[in-house]
């Protein structure tokens, strides 16, 4: 049975983040090549206009779109070619009626032009005269100098995750730094007599540090920094001394460890002594991952997250992330990357519970298969052979072999 004072999976995340009501993070000033996944601190509204002057699409001749008009190949319109044009330089001539100027693509319009004619619509009857085949409207084959983007306009909104491309378009906008949300610091405290550094040789009941690891590469993957506070003996005052040295240095700490019923279990009462209000839930209704803690001190986040490696992980994902997100204000939808899978075995789950199933996708005959990993969240090979997860939402018992089911991809 499950205990009923457990929250489910939605009533926790909308307590956690409903509980977040502090300032965004500071900004900080940061050249624009290292701006690269930073979240925007403001608005940013485009200098000047882009591309800043008439240009053509294709190679061809600068004309007056009115002298083509009716032209046709057993009638063509005749021009003279009054220059031609030079990439990279602003053409210092004008054309008059009857007039055209050879042009690149990418090259600048000379005042008068107000479309392009693509070469292989001409013939070039001497050095100094073509015949154009084909009418051409006015802005065909042309560039606005401010078609791409207006002065003034919004190009990229505060609160935005930046991506290659937008460093391109404030490059070519002439940014040559930006003002960004400054990084996270999260906190990392891993706690237990059994724990011991991935560099010693592991002794009968002892176990490698493994979590740190994991959460360090989740944070720095969502452009958080990572503070590793070392291993801590399950003694109170040892643990509450490095959760307040964390407190004083970190927007966010993970005490992991020490979240169930055990004697040793001390978090929650470590959690409730950094600050008001202190915790808002302990323990959630999914697997793996059930005794998790979440509180608020002081209005800053403090999380105890179980010990196993697989709910270390998913407690992560499904509440500490979100926090990050929220404290950089990040305003960006987050698409999973999800598939349609048919499952190689039937799997239950228990009524009222979340479960999230590793699985392991493989093709077969032109159909994606999922295999369930069913291993116990202490097991962290389970998540390292896992291409995806499952989720068994609370109001159902499971999932029926062949069955086609929808599966977030790792």
Not at 162 to 180: N, S
Not at 249 to 276: F, R, V, W
Not at 308 to 315: D, E, M, Q, S, T
């Amino acid at each position: 049975m499950l205990n009923k004072n457990y929250l489910s999976l939605k009533e926790a995340i909308n307590i956690l983040l409903n509980s977040i009501s502090f300032e965004l993070l500071p900004f900080e000033i940061i050249p624009l090549e290292k701006a690269y996944n930073r979240i925007t601190y403001e608005d940013i509204h485009a200098p000047e206009d882009l591309p800043g002057f008439k240009r053509s699409t294709v190679d061809g001749f600068a004309v007056r779109s009115q002298d083509t008009f009716g032209a046709k190949e057993t009638m063509p319109a005749y021009l003279t070619i009054k220059n031609n044009i030079s990439m990279g330089t602003a053409p210092d001539f004008s054309l008059g009626p009857g007039e055209a100027a050879g042009i690149g693509t990418g090259g600048m319009l000379p005042e008068g032009a107000d479309a392009v004619i693509p070469i292989e619509h001409v013939n070039i009857v001497s050095p100094h005269l073509i015949e154009v085949l084909k009418p051409i409207g006015p802005g065909e084959n042309v560039i606005f100098e401010d078609e791409d983007i207006k002065k003034g306009e919004l190009i990229i909104p505060k609160g935005h995750r930046l991506k290659p491309q937008d460093i391109g378009g404030l490059a070519g906008l002439g940014f040559t730094q930006i003002k960004v949300v400054k990084k996270p610091v999260i906190a990392i405290i891993l706690t237990g007599d059994e724990i011991i550094p991935h560099t010693e040789k592991a002794t009968p009941g002892k176990v490698r540090d493994i979590n740190s690891f994991t959460l360090a590469g989740l944070i720095n993957e969502l452009d958080g920094i990572p503070l590793k506070m070392g291993i801590v003996k399950d003694n109170y005052e040892e643990i509450k001394a490095i959760a307040e040295k964390a407190y004083e240095l970190a927007n966010i700490i993970l005490i992991i460890g020490g979240t169930s019923a055990g004697i040793k279990d001390m978090t929650a009462n470590i959690i409730n002594e950094l600050g008001k209000p202190g915790i808002l839930f302990h323990g959630v209704s999914i697997k793996p991952g059930k005794p998790i803690i979440a509180g608020i001190c002081n209005n800053k986040p403090v999380f105890g997250l179980p010990g196993h490696p697989v709910a270390v992980y998913l407690c992560f994902e499904l509440f500490v992330k979100p926090v990050i997100n929220k404290m950089l204000g990040l305003i960006d939808k987050i698409y999973k990357n999800k598939i349609k899978a048919k499952l190689t075995r039937s799997i239950s789950s228990q009524a009222g519970r979340t479960d999230f199933i590793r699985v392991y996708l493989k093709e077969k005959d032109g159909e994606i298969w999922a295999t369930p990993l069913l291993s116990k969240s202490g097991l962290i090979m389970s998540l390292i052979k896992a291409n995806g997860i499952l989720c068994i939402p609370e109001d159902l018992l499971g999932f029926e072999e062949n069955e086609i089911v929808e599966v977030e991809i790792l």
